[in-house]
């Protein structure tokens, strides 16, 4: 029996255990989630880049702590699929515990590993948005 009990049988099941977690602020079932190895990563949004599994459980058990709990919904879903890997690119829009608004989208990059205990998280890069006019292309 692998040393974590969740199994996550495709990388979209993994994605929805990612994503109840972080809105219970379920600090075990957010790290289920991720993979075992040392070569993980996560960026916050405004925030360095944290690796390792004790860095990244450090980034969500700061967050949990002090964040007021979310309601989360995703929309412009991408996704780029390979027998091993997976990325997903979505827009997070994030409501704070009793706000009735959602904060600005967030962009978030995910990517999950085919490992031998089933598809596991190894990156979440989230970036906020920028709020009006869209950047100009440099040519």
């Not at 602020?25 to 880049?49: F, K, T, Y």
């Not at 964040?67 to 390979?82: F, G, P, Q, T, V």
């Not at 827009?91 to 962009?107: A, M, T």
């Given at each position: 029996?692998?040393?974590?009990?969740?199994?996550?049988?495709?990388?979209?099941?993994?994605?929805?255990?990612?994503?109840?977690?972080?809105?219970?602020?379920?600090?075990?079932?957010?790290?289920?989630?991720?993979?075992?190895?040392?070569?993980?990563?996560?960026?916050?949004?405004?925030?360095?880049?944290?690796?390792g599994r004790a860095a990244v459980r450090q980034g969500w058990?700061?967050?949990?702590?002090?964040?007021?709990?979310?309601?989360?919904?995703?929309?412009?879903?991408?996704?780029?699929?390979?027998?091993?890997?997976?990325?997903?690119?979505?827009?997070?829009?994030?409501?704070?515990?009793?706000?009735?608004?959602?904060?600005?989208?967030?962009?978030?990059?995910?990517?999950?590993?085919?490992?031998?205990?089933?598809?596991?998280?190894?990156?979440?890069?989230?970036?906020?948005?920028?709020?009006?006019?869209?950047?100009?292309?440099?040519?």
């Amino acid at each position: 029996m692998p040393a974590n009990k969740h199994v996550f049988s495709s990388p979209e099941a993994a994605e929805e255990a990612f994503y109840r977690a972080l809105q219970k602020g379920d600090l075990a079932l957010m790290m289920s989630v991720w993979d075992e190895d040392e070569n993980i990563s996560c960026v916050h949004p405004g925030g360095q880049r944290l690796e390792g599994r004790a860095a990244v459980r450090q980034g969500w058990e700061l967050i949990f702590a002090h964040a007021a709990r979310m309601a989360i919904h995703l929309s412009d879903e991408s996704r780029y699929d390979d027998q091993n890997l997976t990325v997903h690119v979505v827009h997070e829009h994030i409501r704070l515990g009793q706000e009735s608004q959602h904060q600005p989208p967030v962009i978030a990059t995910n990517v999950y590993h085919l490992t031998d205990n089933g598809w596991r998280m190894v990156m979440h890069h989230a970036s906020p948005t920028r709020v009006g006019k869209p950047p100009e292309i440099l040519h």
